[in-house]
């Protein structure tokens, strides 16, 4: 069974930088392609960024330049660092996993609110 837990939200001003943390279970980046995706209040959740198992990336056109997803296998931690942000970005942040083989499913973190104002 995986497991994602995100840390790292909280509130800040228009132009100011955060890094959420996804804490992941052993071994599955190899296995898994990684999402960070957000939801605004009575808005439809979107798909933020994208890491795959062999390290390419796909950003949403809404923050391209402005986040930047990574990982450190060692750690098994999911990162995505936010910079210049918006108003808009202000949203509840999950960091999510679509995986094959031995960790086959797909799976969800509880979620970390960001607010920006």
């Known amino acids: 069974h995986v497991q994602l837990v995100e840390s790292g939200g909280g509130s800040v001003q228009p132009g100011e930088s955060l890094k959420l943390t996804c804490k992941t279970s052993?071994?599955?980046?190899?296995?898994?392609?990684m999402h960070w995706y957000r939801q605004a209040p009575g808005k439809e959740r979107e798909l933020v960024s994208t890491?795959?198992?062999?390290?390419?990336?796909t950003y949403a056109d809404s923050v391209k330049g402005r986040f930047t997803i990574s990982r450190f296998n060692r750690a098994n931690e999911l990162y995505l660092q936010m910079n210049s942000l918006e108003t808009e970005d202000t949203a509840a942040y999950y960091c999510?996993?679509?995986?094959?083989?031995?960790?086959?499913?797909?799976?969800w973190g509880q979620g970390t609110q960001v607010t920006v104002s």
């Open positions: 999510a996993a679509d995986c094959v083989g031995w960790a086959q499913g797909s799976y």
């Open positions: 052993d071994f599955i980046f190899n296995v898994c392609q």
């Open positions: 890491i795959f198992a062999g390290g390419a990336t």
